[in-house]
């Protein structure tokens, strides 16, 4: 098991940046895919964007690509969320989670550790 521990949501104005942390703990991190998601109110989780355990593939849902770049510091034992030209429907709690296999692609099940989330705002 790995734990992890999510930071740098806040809140935004719309056409801001904001950079998410995730920093894992408790086993071998750079095994592992590692991937963030997202949970609207009323609306279910989502991912948004993943990468391999060697960081040489990343994976983005559609409504992202171009603006937001996930990255990872094995050395730190952390993932990044870099998001860019953020929108009021960015608006959400962010989770961080790690992917035993490896992939990190978008397979919700396979991603069996989870952070707590951290809650981002976009304003208009």
């Known amino acids: 098991q790995v734990q992890l521990v999510e930071s740098g949501g806040g809140l935004v104005q719309a056409g801001g940046s904001l950079r998410l942390s995730c920093a894992a703990s408790g086993t071998t991190f750079s095994r592992y895919g590692m991937g963030w998601f997202r949970q609207a109110p009323g609306k279910e989780r989502e991912f948004v964007a993943g990468i391999t355990w060697t960081g040489g593939t990343t994976y983005y849902t559609d409504s992202v690509k171009g603006r937001f770049t996930i990255s990872r510091d094995n050395a730190k034992h952390t993932v990044y969320l870099e998001m860019n030209s953020l929108k009021p429907e960015d608006t959400a709690v962010y989770y961080c989670?790690?992917?035993?296999?490896?992939?990190?692609?978008?397979?919700?099940?396979?991603?069996?550790?989870w952070g707590q989330g951290t809650q981002v705002t976009v304003s208009s």
């Open positions: 989670a790690a992917d035993a296999t490896g992939r990190g692609h978008p397979v919700v099940a396979d991603f069996g550790s």
